[in-house]
Structure formats: C-alpha cells, structure tokens
C-alpha cells in the first residue's frame, strides 16, 4: 500500500484512538491521588512515539515488559497489570 492509502485506510481510528488516550490522561490528572508505576509507564511509552524510530511498536511495547529473564518462584497476583513496575 502507498502512504496515502494507508492514511486513507487507518487515519480516523488512529486519530480517535488519540483522542481517546488525551481523555484517559484528563481523566487521570483530574484524579486526586499519586500517580503510580502505571502511569510512569504509560509516559515513557509516549516518550518512544516521538523519537521517530521505525521501531515504535516494538519500542512501546517493551516499555511496558519485565526485562527479567530468571523465573519468580511466586506471582505477586492473579492479573496482569499492564505494566513492569521499574525501578529507577
């Protein structure tokens, strides 16, 4: 596919799923409270969309992963999370 038809094609799901995700962030600094590792997460995804790396999705993706290898002898629960809480 050309560059237009990809526009075309995805322009207005991707433009919504962007406004979307302005909302969730409204949503959350509104909040009263801390934010969490989530969140942390969450911004340094967004951080990786603006470097212009074709790798984007990869690169979010990891941001958001547990880069240990080693096995835990216990999960800490029963649900993902969504997020590897990093420590920094």
């Known amino acids: 596919m050309t560059r237009q038809q990809i526009l075309d094609l995805y322009f ?4 919504a799923r962007l406004i979307d995700l302005a909302a969730f ?7 009263d409270g801390e934010d969490d590792f989530r ?3 969450f911004r340094e ?3 990786e969309l603006e470097k212009g790396n074709p790798d984007r999705a990869k690169r ?7 880069p240990s290898s080693e096995p835990i002898e216990r999960a800490p629960g029963k649900g993902a999370i969504g997020a590897y809480p990093h420590t920094k």
């Not at 207005?12 to 433009?15: E, I, Q």
């Not at 962030?25 to 909040?31: C, I, K, L, Q």
Request: hydrophobic residues 55%; glycine residues 0%.
């Open 12 to 15: 207005m799901d991707a433009r």
């Open 39 to 41: 969140m942390s997460a």
């Open 60 to 66: 979010v993706l990891l941001s958001f992963s547990d």
């Open 25 to 31: 962030m409204d949503r959350v600094e509104r909040a």
């Open 45 to 47: 995804a967004l951080k």
